[in-house]
């Protein structure tokens, strides 16, 4: 058992200092992703644009400002030109004084008229609304910016929030892996310990139990790693390594 122990805290030292003078491998985007001040920027633009409560915000600032304009423009609704022009034997109607032929109505000569008016109706309770009405539309333009600005604002901090998630999933897979190189070499090298006779079945059963808990916990740790990832690619509406590798 002592010389298991022994063996086992050799194996830890080793592989903690191969951990401690080996740099960080990983692909030129994963480098750039867990650089947060080059990578947050970029991915809290890309939640922004694929906001779809944004896109709605934007749509209801536009229909503000669309009905912001119909109520300048109704002012004008009160003004009309009307313009006429009519063709027959107007005497047999009874116009300009001149009596109607009973006998043949269609004696008369034919003659043709023209007219042209301008009317003019301003409704007193919409002319002294008017000024109201506009400024109801300015404060619905002012409330639905605002709207828009505390949604970027959350969308800002859920970016954060799940970046920082990346990194720290990241940091406990990396530990899980190093913790399952550890159990792998104790594993082994009790299995050879236990076939030899130097250590009874209690150890050996002791470090498989070991070694079945760090692989459980590497898979667990790999899980959520991925999971992280695919919430922020939800957010960005696209895959990160494509969102990296094109800035």
Not at 6 to 23: D, E, S
Not at 164 to 171: E, Y
Request: without cysteine; glycine residues 4%.
């Amino acid at each position: 058992m002592k010389k298991l122990s022994l063996a086992i805290f050799l194996v830890l030292n080793g592989l903690m200092a191969f951990a401690q003078t080996t740099p960080p491998q990983g692909a030129s985007w994963e480098i750039k992703l867990f650089h947060s001040e080059y990578a947050l920027p970029i991915l809290i633009d890309a939640a922004i644009a694929n906001a779809a409560e944004l896109e709605n915000m934007d749509a209801a600032k536009l229909m503000a400002q669309e009905e912001r304009k119909i109520v300048r423009k109704s002012f004008y609704s009160n003004f009309a030109l009307n313009s006429a022009y009519q063709y027959g034997t107007w005497e047999n109607f009874g116009f300009a004084g001149e009596a109607v032929n009973s006998f043949n109505a269609f004696d008369s000569p034919l003659r043709a008229r023209y007219t042209m008016g301008f009317t003019v109706a301003l409704p007193l309770g919409q002319l002294l609304s008017r000024h109201n009405l506009i400024k109801k539309q300015d404060l619905a333009i002012a409330q639905v910016e605002g709207s828009r600005k505390v949604a970027e604002k959350q969308i800002r901090q859920q970016v954060i929030t799940l970046y920082q998630n990346i990194v720290l999933a990241k940091s406990q897979l990396e530990l899980q892996q190093q913790a399952y190189q550890s159990a792998v070499v104790t594993n082994k090298l009790a299995e050879k310990q236990f076939k030899s006779g130097d250590i009874l079945i209690d150890a050996m059963s002791s470090v498989q139990q070991a070694y079945t808990s760090t692989a459980v916990a590497l898979q667990s740790a790999k899980v959520n790693y991925e999971t992280t990832l695919m919430m922020m690619e939800e957010a960005i509406g696209t895959r990160l390594i494509d969102l990296i590798k094109s800035k």
